[in-house]
Structure formats: C-alpha cells, structure tokens
C-alpha cells in the first residue's frame, strides 16, 4: 500500500505559478504509476497529468498540455509545476496512485491524498 499527502496549494494571481508535491509513503514507491486530478465546486473530478513508473512517460490533459509539468524523484515525492495559472484553473488537486502503467482514468486509480486547495484570482 501506499499513502499520500499533498501540500503546496494555496491563493495564486492570473498568470502566476505554484508547485504542488504529493509525499508517498510505503513500499515501493516505484512500482506506481502517479497522476494528478482535480476538482472544482460543482464538478466531476478530471484528469490534469500522469507519469509513469520510472518517470520515462508523461501524459496531460489538453487543458493543461505547455503550462504544467509533472515530475518525481527519488525522495518519494511526485510534483505538478503550474504556470500560466488562470481562474478555471481553480480547484482541489489531487494526487493518485496505481500499480504499473500510466493512466488518465480516475477509477483506475486506487490510492488518493486528501487534496490541496489551488484558488487563482482573476
């Protein structure tokens, strides 16, 4: 199993820029694809990026794709650098894990944080 915790959210101006880590604890960290998901009041929760295993393989959602970069490291942690914030890109992120490959599918994913809150004012 895996836990994970988010951290880095918080009150952002159009065009500005945060980083959001997800720290993974337990074992073998990586034998799990990561993703980032979000979402906003009132709304489905949706895909925003994944990376694979080895961090080889990177995948975004059109929304995002040239402004958010996905990451990990060796210290267990996954990132998602935000710039170019804008105002719908408000919401609660997200981090999630699963065993092996890459995925954009939200009910593939069986290991979820509690969220980071990301408001960009206007």
């Known amino acids: 199993q895996v836990q994970l915790v988010e951290s880095g959210g918080g009150l952002v101006q159009t065009g500005g820029s945060l980083r959001l880590s997800c720290a993974a604890s337990?074992?073998?960290?990586?034998?799990?694809?990561m993703a980032w998901f979000r979402q906003a009041p009132g709304k489905k929760r949706e895909f925003v990026a994944a990376?694979?295993?080895?961090?080889?393989?990177a995948t975004y959602a059109d929304s995002v794709k040239g402004r958010f970069t996905i990451s990990r490291d060796n210290a267990n942690k996954v990132n998602l650098q935000m710039n170019s914030l804008k105002p719908e890109d408000t919401a609660g992120y997200y981090c999630?894990?699963?065993?092996?490959?890459?995925?954009?599918?939200?009910?593939?994913?069986?290991?979820w944080g509690q969220g980071t809150q990301v408001t960009v004012s206007s």
């Open positions: 337990g074992r073998s960290f990586n034998s799990y694809a």
């Open positions: 999630a894990a699963r065993s092996w490959t890459i995925s954009s599918l939200e009910y593939e994913y069986g290991y």
């Open positions: 990376i694979s295993r080895n961090g080889d393989g």
